[in-house]
């Protein structure tokens, strides 16, 4: 017979089916399978951390958005924000659904053309594009996001020398009630500047001014920025119209719109608190309508759309490595996966529910990782049965950022799969090895060896 280990007894407040401020019990549904797959053969086979994603979910939320918007408004173009989630499988889904590629890097462009989109289906955004990116973007044919003046002048310049047109846009910021603004990015509307971006594309001739872009941040809680954003692209595009009969074809307003997770210092989860994605859309299309233009006459509305749209699709499974019992008697549990593969942790306080029914009391808990660092913490306090070695976690609502914003700090990072809609478990990046890590490295003939005495 085994001895069983003896735990120093301590004294706790208990939760069990306690209400909660709202009424409502404290209730651990616990996730055994993601779709249809069990999470025990999900790690079984491809280890632990892992992060899945659920091609199904991807899918129908994209339907489901684009769907949302195509009831408001004629004419809606998603292009997937490739730094969101840049994996390659992922990318391919938002595509194969019709998605064009916004990217805000040359890394993020190549890759585009390296997954099969034409240039003329990518929006280059971003407040850094080198000469060589923007030379290839006007030759492909991109669609040009212009952030500052020194950026239209370098296109001035290349498609003078090359002798090129290149198709632009300009970003627009502006105030839109949100503090603190973001207006770093871009010309800034109520100060006249981004007019006087405008005339000069205008009075360019090898310059295609195609469309008016702004991207007022990202998770924003109310639907009436959008609003305000909107009207203001609307003035531009009226402005420029009358003064220039210039037509744009399109007008995007970036990203920004919230997923499920639910920010650090919320005090109500996301759920309660979110307005629905109808009441972005209502905030966004009615203010295009007042473009007063004839439907066919109406500019595309392209939205930019990342976090919303992939961050519940998004799943960690982490297992605990060990459990301790802080000086305060509050359960800490030591998981395998930690903030160097969840910087969104800085953030958010993730949803974390355990992997099988666990019977018993629930307890105030810290959620730590595996790196020798203070500030590597899941979730500082939240609500858990008893864990023991082995039991396993899920992460919820990963799919953003997760796999772009990871580090490569301590230790390696896991495998990624992905549950097709058949079912079918498809492994979409390999856990890296001390090789993919080392290949980068050179070290100097003369550090090639040494000796160690006792
Ligand atoms: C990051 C980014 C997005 C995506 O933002 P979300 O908040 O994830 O929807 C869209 N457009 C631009 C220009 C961005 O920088």
Redesign the pocket.
């Known amino acids: 017979m085994t001895k069983k280990r003896y735990e120093k007894p301590i004294i706790l407040k208990q939760h069990s089916g306690m209400m909660n401020k709202f009424g409502s019990t404290q209730t651990f549904r616990p996730i055994t399978k993601i779709d249809d797959v069990e999470i025990d053969s999900l790690t079984e086979k491809f280890g632990s951390p892992l992060f899945v994603f659920s091609e199904k979910q991807i899918r129908e939320k994209y339907r489901k958005l684009n769907k949302i918007f195509k009831t408001r408004y004629p004419k809606v173009r998603f292009?997937w924000?490739y730094?969101?989630n840049y994996l390659s499988a992922i990318c391919s889904i938002y595509h194969q659904e019709g998605s064009w590629a916004?990217v805000?890097s040359e890394f993020e462009y190549d890759k585009a053309r390296d997954l099969g989109v034409k240039g003329e289906n990518i929006?280059f955004?971003?407040p850094f594009k080198s000469e060589s990116a923007l030379e290839k973007a006007i030759r492909e044919k991109a669609l040009i996001?212009i952030d500052h003046f020194d950026e239209l002048y370098s296109i001035m310049e290349i498609t003078e020398k090359i002798d090129l047109t290149a198709n632009v846009a300009i970003?627009v910021n502006m105030d839109t009630g949100i503090y603190p603004p973001w207006n770093r990015?871009g010309f800034n509307y109520e100060n006249g500047e981004a007019m006087l971006a405008l005339k000069r594309i205008i009075h360019d001739e090898r310059l295609e001014l195609k469309g008016l872009?702004t991207?007022i941040?990202?998770?924003?809680m109310s639907a009436e920025p959008y609003r305000q954003a909107t009207l203001k692209l609307v003035d531009l595009a009226k402005e420029i119209y009358d003064n220039y009969n210039v037509r744009l074809e399109y007008i995007d307003l970036?990203?920004?719109?919230?997923s499920n997770n639910t920010l650090k210092g919320q005090y109500l989860e996301a759920e309660q608190l979110l307005p629905t994605y109808e009441d972005y859309a209502d905030a966004i299309t009615s203010a295009l309508f007042e473009l007063n233009l004839p439907s066919d006459e109406l500019p595309v509305l392209t939205l930019?759309?990342?976090?919303?749209?992939?961050?519940d699709s998004g799943y960690l499974i982490t297992s605990v490595f060990a459990t301790k019992r802080l000086s305060t008697g509050k359960q800490a549990l030591i998981m395998d996966a930690g903030v160097n593969y969840l910087f969104t942790s800085y953030w958010f306080n993730h949803k974390v529910v355990p992997t099988k029914e666990i019977s018993g009391f629930t307890e105030n808990t810290i959620v730590y990782g595996p790196l020798c660092m203070n500030i590597d913490v899941i979730r500082d306090d939240v609500v858990l049965p008893v864990m023991h070695k082995g039991d396993k976690l899920v992460v919820l609502y990963v799919g953003?950022?997760s796999v772009t914003q990871w580090m490569q700090f301590i230790s390696l990072r896991p495998n990624v799969v992905l549950i097709t809609e058949e079912g079918d478990v498809e492994l979409i990046r390999a856990a890296e090895t001390n090789e993919n890590i080392t290949e980068q490295e050179r070290l100097p003939e003369k550090l090639s060896d040494f000796t160690l005495t006792d």
């Not at 941040?217 to 924003?220: E, N, R, S």
């Open positions: 292009a924000s730094k969101t916004e805000v929006i955004n971003g996001h970003r990015f872009h991207h941040g990202t998770y924003i970036g990203g920004g719109f919230p930019e759309t990342g976090r919303a749209l992939i961050d953003a950022y």
